[in-house]
């Protein structure tokens, strides 16, 4: 077993690539916040692919983070030189190699200090950031930014010491504006549709708080493109770490990945950007319908399966789309409930990436759980399915399965399975839907009345009544029951 590192990356087998770029002559271009696996086989690998190619070399990542926890991966990261194995899992078979694009990772400290310095140095151009769909203190009612949070009026109040990413971000902009370094690039690379526009409303409007000045020096100097990103990397556990070892390589932090990848951005950096095109991305003027097609059919098709899937004791995705039920259920709402209102992309159209997205949803070496998809149902709700539920009824289309699908997830919220068995919390506001869900099994209307997440969906007959149905049969007669009478 060879400890990853810099002086042991020639002694990996042969099979393995690994960076053929002089790691010690790179230099920093990026500060990356929220260093999870997503971004590490996503915006990390474009750029190591670059490397590879001889480019890029002073757009090298500095990894970080804002709570406590991100210490410890710091800490993991550092003792392997900041390398980290991507495992492709390809049902044809599996494949590793090294990427070593990040080469430094900011201390994480109470007030994130350090963070704020390192951004507003001149080398860094770009600051990105995954931090999950429900990560941008955006108010679930209005969907404008939400002054009231707790976060947010700490930030506001003590500007030098954020406990946000946004909060140190602002404050590295003014380093930078009263140095004259000049802005940077704020990049998100969440799944949000028009995330860059988010990103740029969650800075701009913390800075208005404390500095109106500045908030308005940062929406016209810095630049927030938005993007879509797109690859499915499950969580590390026991077993991703077994099977870095299986290639003969000890890694703390390693990575499962599918073996497709893509990623559409608006060509909007301020101050430079790597030509991430050449590594296989895309610059497109009209990112909205890639995120459309995206968000609507690859993580909307995620959440009409993910809670019947662990309703049904169903532990991964891939395992879903060899249920007969709920595979078909899938192609039933997706083909009829939601294809019809996305636009062609110039690489597909609907019926195409409807079925791309089937394969790789079925495939089974990606241990995908459905625990982890059906993960802040609050916000993917809103966000992936209420989309199409309005779409069919401004098209006269009756959202049955799309209502069955919201009916599921209110019954996965009561918190146990068809079988008895417990289902962990698994939303950050699990209490409140829990007990919600409870009340809606003899009363449905009070799971509509969730404006943040419905918002005048309750008023619409053709979905509140169905989704009325939907739920009463479910406790009725039990799901796999309800999906057949829906399916027939």
């Not at 690994?18 to 920093?28: E, F, I, Q």
């Not at 970080?64 to 392997?80: I, L, N, T």
């Not at 902009?173 to 990103?199: E, H, I, M, Y």
């Not at 990397?233 to 990848?261: S, Y």
Request: hydrophobic content about 40%; charged content about 20%.
């Amino acid at each position: 077993m060879i400890k990853l590192s810099n002086k042991t990356l020639a002694d990996l087998p042969d099979a393995i690539k690994r960076p053929k770029y002089d790691r010690s002559a790179l230099t920093p271009g990026i500060v990356h916040i929220g260093l999870g696996n997503f971004h590490r086989a996503h915006q990390s690998w474009y750029l190591h692919r670059l490397m590879q190619m001889g480019l890029a070399q002073d757009w090298a990542i500095v990894g970080a983070g804002v709570r406590p926890y991100d210490e410890q991966m710091r800490q993991k990261f550092a003792a392997q030189d900041y390398l980290t194995t991507l495992i492709e899992l390809d049902p044809a078979g599996s494949s590793a190699e090294v990427v070593g694009a990040m080469i430094d990772y900011v201390p994480v400290e109470d007030g994130n200090g350090a963070l704020i310095e390192r951004m507003a140095q001149p080398d860094i151009r770009i600051v990105a950031l995954t931090v999950t769909e429900g990560g941008y203190y955006i108010d679930p009612a209005t969907k404008g930014f939400d002054a009231t949070h707790p976060d947010i009026v700490h930030d506001a109040e003590n500007p030098w010491r954020p406990r946000t990413a946004f909060g140190a971000m602002v404050a590295a902009l003014k380093l930078r504006r009263d140095r004259g370094v000049g802005p940077f690039t704020g990049q998100s690379c969440d799944n949000l549709q028009g995330n860059g526009a988010v990103l740029r409303q969650t800075v701009v409007s913390l800075a208005k708080l404390s500095d109106p000045d500045l908030a308005e020096w940062i929406d016209a100097e810095c630049s927030f493109p938005n993007a879509m990103v797109d690859c499915i990397v499950p969580a590390t556990g026991p077993q991703e770490l077994e099977l870095v070892q299986d290639f003969g390589i000890k890694d703390a932090v390693p990575v499962t990945h599918e073996n497709f990848r893509q990623w559409v951005i608006e060509d909007e950096f301020c101050a430079g950007r790597p030509d991430w095109d050449k590594a296989g991305a895309t610059f497109s003027d009209d990112v909205h319908s890639y995120e459309t097609m995206k968000i609507r059919i690859l993580n909307g098709g995620h959440q009409v399966i993910a809670a019947v899937g662990e309703l049904l004791s169903v532990a991964t995705i891939s395992g879903c789309m060899t249920h007969p039920l709920i595979v078909a259920l899938f192609e039933k709402v997706e083909r009829e409930e939601i294809m019809p209102h996305v636009a062609p992309v110039p690489e597909f159209t609907p019926e195409t990436y409807v079925a791309l997205i089937k394969t790789r949803f079925s495939n089974p070496k990606i241990v995908d759980t459905t625990r982890r998809v059906a993960f802040d149902g609050s916000s993917r709700q809103p966000g992936f399915l209420v989309p199409s539920i309005h779409a069919c009824l401004a098209r006269g289309i009756a959202p049955e399965g799309l209502a069955l699908s919201s009916a599921l997830w209110a019954r996965y919220c009561l918190g146990s399975r068809e079988d008895g068995t417990e289902i962990a919390p698994n939303d950050p506001f699990w209490s409140n839907l829990t007990a919600l869900a409870a009340k809606a099994k003899s009363d449905p209307k009070v799971w509509l009345s969730m404006r943040h997440i419905y918002g005048d969906l309750a008023e619409e007959p053709q979905f509140a009544e169905a989704f009325a149905r939907w739920l009463s049969m479910i406790y009725r007669e039990g799901v796999e029951a309800t999906l057949s009478s829906y399916l027939t």
